[in-house]
């Protein structure tokens, strides 16, 4: 199974910050990765997929990039809504899997 | 509008047996492929299962193959998951989410416990 390593699995920002997340693969997985926010209660958003294709309606302030087994989410100008769980998912091949999570709090 | 609904949650003792549905709606249900994502208290997301459109090709974790079974309906527009040999760790939100997982249904509580 691919295994996927995000970091950090926390940190703190304030708004007005641009943060980084990271997802690493264990092996190469192409442009096979989605990044999804989940705020507390809530269900889980999709906002990239395909590594770098921003989802219908999420803000420009969200990119992504990367191929292979490397990738990154930034968030630039954060803002107070975007304080949540952040989980990247490969799926490049079965069983498809999550990273462990980036929680993403105000400092 | 793409809707999708579960249901079928509920407590259980270890040991038993429970299936979940997920009715869809506002899409061409017969050629999507569909999965179940759980999450278990405070923790991350898990992919638990995915089958394609015709429901002829599935997958599953190794967490609970052997044990839970998907499967639709295309005629009702309907997702299952047949939860048997449930445990405690099995306890979490259940989700139907339609492939690529760029819809979620709202979930339902499954609570593994004597």
């Known amino acids: 199974d691919i295994q996927m390593t995000q970091s950090p699995s926390a940190m703190s920002a304030s708004v007005g910050d641009t943060v980084t997340i990271t997802c690493r693969a264990s092996?190469?997985?192409?442009?096979?990765l989605a990044w999804f926010q989940q705020k507390p209660g809530k269900v889980p958003k999709r906002l990239i997929y395909a590594s770098s294709s921003l989802q219908s309606g999420v803000p420009s302030r969200f990119s992504g990039s990367g191929s292979g087994t490397e990738f990154t989410l930034i968030i630039s100008s954060l803002q107070p809504e975007d304080f949540a769980t952040y989980y990247c998912l490969q799926h490049n091949s079965h069983p498809f899997t999550f990273g462990q999570g980036t929680k993403l709090e105000i400092k | 509008e793409v809707q999708l609904l579960e249901s079928g949650g509920g407590l259980v003792q270890p040991g038993g047996s429970l299936r979940l549905s997920c009715a869809a709606s506002?899409?061409?249900?017969?050629?999507?492929?569909m999965s179940w994502v759980r999450q278990a208290p405070g923790k991350g997301l898990e992919l638990v299962s995915t089958i394609d459109g015709s429901g002829g090709t599935t997958y599953s974790g190794d967490s609970v193959k052997g044990r839970f079974t998907i499967s639709r309906d295309n005629s009702k527009n309907t997702l299952y998951l047949q939860m048997n040999s449930l445990r405690g760790e099995d306890t979490a939100v259940y989700y139907c989410?339609?492939?690529?997982?760029?819809?979620w249904g709202q979930g339902t509580l499954v609570t593994v416990s004597s």
């Open positions: 092996q190469g997985i192409s442009n096979y």
């Open positions: 506002g899409l061409t249900f017969s050629i999507t492929g």
């Open positions: 989410a339609k492939a690529g997982l760029d819809y």
